[in-house]
């Protein structure tokens, strides 16, 4: 699988249903938080987020079947996947400096892609 770094940080490159999606243990690493941090917050928020638009709940078989990413095998609970319009509303509350390097990298070297190719795409250009 693709990795892409991130504030010198490793980030498997996952997709599910088409849309490039970051866990929440990867916006902990990019943005040197605390493990725990992006899971608190979201949850904190979760009446907030749209499942299917700002996050994915997906049972880890799922994860393992269709690999879209490395998972534990002792992991059997739900795993969240967050889409980009999630991770932007998950992070607005980092208003540090790094926050705000870390957003871009992300958009603009990570989330964006999918749109280049698929405007690509339509536009019968080539990659």
């Known amino acids: 699988m693709n990795e892409i770094m991130i504030n010198n940080a490793p980030v498997q490159v996952k997709e599910y ?3 490039r999606v970051v866990t929440l243990k990867d916006i902990d ?5 605390t493990d ?3 899971k608190r917050n979201f949850n904190s928020n979760i009446h907030r987020f749209i ?3 700002d996050y994915y709940k997906i ?3 799922e994860i393992r079947t269709n690999k879209i990413c490395d998972i534990s095998s002792k992991t ?4 969240i996947l967050i889409t980009e319009s999630g991770y932007l509303m998950l992070v607005k509350s980092f208003t540090d400096d790094l926050a ?3 957003q871009r990298q992300l958009v603009n070297c990570y989330f964006k ?6 405007d690509c795409i339509s536009s019968n250009l080539h990659v």
């Open 76 to 79: 059997h609970s739900d795993v």
């Open 59 to 61: 049972c880890a078989d």
């Open 29 to 33: 690493t990019v943005h040197g938080r």
């Open 113 to 118: 892609v999918n749109r280049y190719i698929r």
């Open 100 to 102: 705000w390097k870390v």
């Open 17 to 19: 249903n088409g849309v």
């Open 51 to 53: 499942e299917g638009e």
């Open 36 to 38: 725990g941090t992006a």
